[in-house]
């Protein structure tokens, strides 16, 4: 049984990595006879998400065939592409399209770099307006919003059923059968990284704001409530931080419960739970469900690049921004549909049948929230912030003394006295 088991799951990741190849080979085929290449700099190591994109990609070539091809690069996680995006301002080789999250929009546009999308693109009414709003600055829009996640409580419904517990709807609840689960199971079953993205959920359901009056603000009572939920929750035992790899990538390693991570980690989870995976929104306050933190990229366009790319590039977002795009690409990876009409197509329908789960992710992007999107975001949400939770997770400072040495540091850099 298990030979048997094992064989067909070789097979199944075998065909999945040869129609991948395939994808890949195809695009190389079709850029290499195309008049016009647009590379479209993207932060899709692999899997579903990176599959999706380059099929997308092929299917788009070949309806394009005579105007030319998209080029999909990968250029390493999120981060090594906003790194190389900044050195490609100064060596002057920019692609004609990137993934940037909208932190990234706002420094880019620093720079002048981008082009205006507003009147070129023709899905854009159709479009989910939270992400839309998104990706105006000073009115204008910058972006397209293509692969927009959003944060879900993932379970383990074996367990659940096994000591008879409930799924968790309000904060409180969370925590109480986090701890009682914990207790029963022997060992801590919420599952976090000790990051930006996981303090941000407890962060805003709590009531936290980063931006008061006008001023960047870390260490807030909410922040420090927050952070002391996660510290907490470890030295109680019903909280075990997650510091190498995804959280899919320790399954096996323990006891699994919960965990409130993105939405696009839906087919890793997947793939990985050998129990069965329950997702639901998250638990919240007055019945209703938490906000989640809004991830995913938007897809930008660089202004300097030359008419026939930029054609291309603006045919590229419409198509990938489409109804029916969005209903398979949100439905091979766990992405919120941005668009509003993707719901109805054969591809969503199809997978809400098969897996009625789905409807979370969708539900879910109505209780969504942003972090700021300023310039400096990412270096503060990362080498800042991030550093001053997996601090005081990592027992190395108390929660307080974290987040106001974060600030010391935001308020510094916003200064520019670091940089
Ligand atoms: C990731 C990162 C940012 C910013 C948030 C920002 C930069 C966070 C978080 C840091 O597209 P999302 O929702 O999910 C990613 C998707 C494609 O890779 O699949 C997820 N994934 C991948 C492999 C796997 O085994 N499991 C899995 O869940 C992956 O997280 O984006 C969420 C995670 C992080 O990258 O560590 O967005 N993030 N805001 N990154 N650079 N800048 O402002």
Known sequence: MKKVFLISALAVLLSFAFAQQKAADVLKAQCAKAAVVADLWHGFRGGAPRAALENLAVAFNKSHADEGCVRPINQGGY??????????????????????????????????????????????????????????????????????????????????????????????????????????????????????????????????????????????????????????????????????????????KGVYGFSTDTSAGYSYYLRAAKFDLGIATLPGSGGKPGYGLVQGTDLIVFKDIDAAKQKLALEFLDFVSSAKAQALFSAATGYVPVNLKAQDEPALQDKLMDNPDFKVVIEQGNYAVFEPAIPEWEQIRFDILGQAITAAVLGKATPKAALDKAQKQVDDLLAGRIR
């Open 79 to 252: 981060r090594d592409l906003s790194t190389k995006i900044k050195a490609a301002f100064a060596a002057g080789n920019l692609p004609a399209m990137a993934q940037a999250f909208e932190n990234n929009i706002a420094l880019y546009l620093q720079a002048d770099a981008l082009q205006p999308l507003d009147g070129k693109l023709s899905s854009i009414a159709e479009l989910n307006p939270l992400f839309v709003n998104a990706v105006r600055f000073d009115g204008k829009l910058y972006g397209l919003p293509f692969n927009k996640s959003v944060q879900i409580l993932y379970y383990n419904r074996d367990l659940l059923k096994k000591y008879g517990y409930a799924l968790p709807r309000s904060l409180n609840d969370f925590v109480s059968t986090a701890k009682k689960l914990s207790k029963a199971a022997g060992e801590p079953v919420y599952w976090f990284r000790p990051d930006t993205s996981t303090f941000a959920y407890w962060f805003f359901n709590m009531g936290g704001k980063y931006v008061i009056d006008g001023k960047v603000v870390v260490n807030s009572p909410q922040a420090v409530m927050a952070l002391t939920t996660l510290v907490n929750g470890v030295k109680d035992g019903w909280a075990k931080a997650i510091t190498s790899g995804y959280i899919n990538q320790n399954f096996g």
